[in-house]
């Protein structure tokens, strides 16, 4: 099988880029490197583009930024479509908030079923995951895979996998008791009674807020 040659201008373009990928890069950047033919420039976009190592962002002003996307990163992005691309990218802006199928729909004018598949093909990558949203009544949400959700999300340390864990609040508030119990009436401060708590399992743990907020 003929091996496909590498094009040096597109890698010495993905290098430029890679270099400056807290930025991104504009057409001025380009021009300043000796990068002044626009169709070159176009041609090399979309071959990186195509191979996920590229993203396109528009600023609110017209200008183009191109983000170069890190090596490891773009091996996940191989064998997905420019929509799963698409989809990524709209999510990626969402942040620990995440973004819900309709919102997908909107921001990105592609059908349900595109956004579904896109959205499949990104778990099935481990890109993106489903998070539970207590703030959307439990309406699931897409965010990139290692972020931690946004306590209005999460719905915080009483939430577990989108549902109020009332056994745990009941467990933890027996748990405060007990240690008020063994102090035999003594001043006991909220420091001290989280320490205690700590020590104890659950599935999560509370913060020194979230034990004055159950006493």
Known sequence: MEMQAVDPNVESFYRFCLERLSTGVTDADLAGAGWTDSSQILRIA???????RLNLQQLPNGRLIYKAVEPQL???FSGLDAHARMVYQF???TG?????SKSLKDQTNL???TITKATKDLMKKQLIKEVKSVQKGNR???MLIDLEPAREVSGGTWYQDGEF???WVESLREQCQEFLDSNNGRAVSLPDIHRFVMQQPGPQ???EDDISSIM
């Open 46 to 52: 979309n071959t990186l583009l195509g191979q996920g």
């Open 74 to 76: 773009a091996a996940k």
């Open 91 to 93: 999510i990626e802006k």
């Open 96 to 100: 620990d908030k995440g973004a819900w």
């Open 111 to 113: 059908q349900q079923h």
């Open 140 to 142: 699931k949400v897409f």
């Open 165 to 167: 864990n009332t056994q």
């Open 205 to 207: 743990v509370p913060t």
